[in-house]
């Protein structure tokens, strides 16, 4: 015969079925207890993990940046360009991708403040001629994103035409700077804010960390929130400095010409993708019988 499990029911004495109906709620409380515990913890964990993965992904992010390489008669000077900035950065990548700014003279050069290139009349000009009016039909819109981007040394920003012809402070296209400017004390960063309330009706102030970076630094506080910067030097600053001490004419322009002999992206994680090729190709018709019948 087949062995057959019985479960015996067991009885149990009044004392002890009185004390079941004593510690079963309680026991059933705890059990709930643990569970609640249990899924706070497994929320917490749940919004750690969440919060690593954002800050990883935005650090990722962070490090995608476009980077371009300037060849110059002086040396080399390498920029990064800042995704907060992108009608800016987007602009730049395609002037360099038509290799326009081959050959441009960094045509404006002012010691202790900066030196400016991308007049695309520079090319071919004569010794002495004046430069800085050259420029492509459009504009950008400015991107002024203060305290967080700002004048401070090796700063890349774009050139624009002056307030009285440009009241909404719109960039040129192709015109740029890179700053070089000098370290502030105190007094002159109080007069750089006093000049600043006058020009933008109160509407940039230096914060601590920014008149920090002024002090020991250096820059031009006086063109923030007044010209876009959308970059800076991540090597060859030594090149920049270099340049702004060359000796120029009385419109700045260098004595011996200062040339980008080549602009090149050195990584462009925005570059457009290929356009696939949408011709379909032809079809080919079966090649008619030519044998000659037997």
Known sequence: MPKTFLIKRVGFPLFNKQLLLIL??????????????????MAVLLTLVTAVYAQNQGDASAQ??????????EGNIQLVLYNETPQHRDNFLKLVRMNFYDSLLFHRVVKDFMIQGGDLNSKHAQPGQRLGTGDLD????????????????GVLAAARE???VNPDMRSGACQFYIVWGRILNDAAIMKVQERLDILTQG?????????ETYKTVGGTPHLDGQYTVFGEVTKGLDVVDRIQQLPTDKYHRPLTDVRILRATIITDP?????????KKAASKK????RQKKR
């Open 138 to 153: 459009y504009t950008i819109e400015p991107e002024f994103r203060l305290p967080q981007l700002y004048h401070r040394r």
């Open 270 to 278: 925005f570059a457009p993708a290929p356009k696939k090729d949408v």
């Open 24 to 41: 079963y709620p309680i026991f059933i409380s705890k059990v709930n207890n643990m569970k609640k515990i249990m899924l706070s913890m």
């Open 162 to 164: 002056p307030n009285e």
């Open 286 to 289: 079966p090649a008619p019988n």
């Open 64 to 73: 995608q940046q476009a980077e371009v390489l300037l060849e110059t008669t």
């Open 203 to 211: 509407r940039v102030q230096l914060t601590p960390e920014m008149v």
